[in-house]
């Protein structure tokens, strides 16, 4: 078991936690994000063919921190999109994908990445992995994806995009909603005075304290913004920054714990996708490990 802070090592940790990564470690993600961008702009395949290349993740939603800052960058071919469901029954059958398979974008994406940075380890399931060099960018995950529409005339303009891989090895799609996670979480973050990206950091950076120190096992930095962003808006608003960080953490451990059914309702930041679902690469057990080892290592009780 991880040791309990004394008060006042919680509070210099939490004033340290609290801040997003300096100048210098921005300019290293800002730079890795210029070579993917450049890499698929002079990729002669990609000529005139609308793909968006932008960082997600923790990188462009700010909740990233120190010694934990890996860049995710999408390269998404918008046209033609893909869907399922009734979108093609209500709306016309999709434009045909011309030659432009999931087998024959990861092939482009990996020839545009080896071009022009050397060589990718192409053998994940997902991502292409460029890794970090001394002195270099960070280690950077390429996506290549397709941008992924669900009609919906709830919605403003009738339809929510966002976007599918498919797996390498085991052919499953695995859909993201990205500008939704980055809209969501300014807005979250807007009505709670900054405190909503203050809190994820501090939780992450405890997670990493304790996956170090073997009292948890090492999750992705991610699982601690879906947990978070579960607390409603007013809690992060009563007291002090330390009284925030205490009351979200004992929120999320009552929804846990306490709430019938509570977990099951949470949703991931992207306000779509379950937080405890099919696919994940985490379950309630180590949310409950997670929220009950930082309460004790930052000695707010449980």
């Not at 290349?53 to 893909?82: Q, W």
């Not at 304790?210 to 879906?226: I, Q």
């Not at 409950?288 to 449980?302: F, H, Q, T, W």
Request: hydrophobic share 35%; glycine share 8%; aromatic share 10%.
């Amino acid at each position: 078991m991880a040791r309990q802070l004394t008060y006042a090592e919680r509070l210099e940790l939490i004033s340290k936690w609290k801040n997003p990564p300096g100048p210098s470690e921005r300019l290293r993600l800002e730079r890795a994000e210029h070579m993917v961008r450049r890499a698929i702009s002079l990729h002669e395949p990609f000529r005139g063919l609308d793909i968006t290349v932008a960082p997600k993740g923790s990188y462009p939603n700010k909740t990233n921190v120190r010694g934990d800052s890996d860049v995710d960058i999408m390269v998404r071919l918008n046209a033609p999109f893909h869907s399922d469901g009734l979108a093609g029954w209500w709306f016309g059958p999709p434009q045909p994908p011309g030659p432009w398979t999931k087998d024959k974008l990861r092939e482009e994406v990996h020839s545009a990445l080896t071009n022009q940075l050397g060589w990718v380890d192409a053998n994940h399931n997902l991502a292409f992995y460029v890794p970090e060099v001394r002195g270099s960018p960070p280690s950077i995950d390429v996506v290549p994806c397709f941008k992924w529409v669900v009609y919906d005339f709830s919605v403003p303009g009738g339809r929510l995009e966002g976007s599918v891989v498919y797996g390498r090895h085991d052919g499953k799609r695995v859909i993201n909603w990205p500008e939704l996670q980055l809209a969501n979480g300014r807005a979250k973050n807007d009505k709670t005075n900054l405190r909503y990206k203050f809190v994820v950091r501090v939780l992450k950076s405890v997670e990493n304290d304790l996956a170090e120190a073997g009292v948890v096992e090492a999750l992705p930095s991610y699982f601690s913004e879906c947990l978070i962003y579960n607390v409603p808006n007013h809690v992060f608003l009563a007291g002090d920054f330390d009284d925030a960080v205490r009351a979200s953490l004992q929120e999320v451990y009552r929804q846990l714990t306490e709430t019938w059914f509570g977990s099951l309702r949470m949703l991931e930041p992207n306000g779509i996708k379950k937080v405890f679902g099919e696919r994940q690469k985490w379950t309630e057990k180590h949310a409950r490990e997670l929220i009950k080892g930082a309460l004790n290592y930052l000695n707010y009780g449980v």
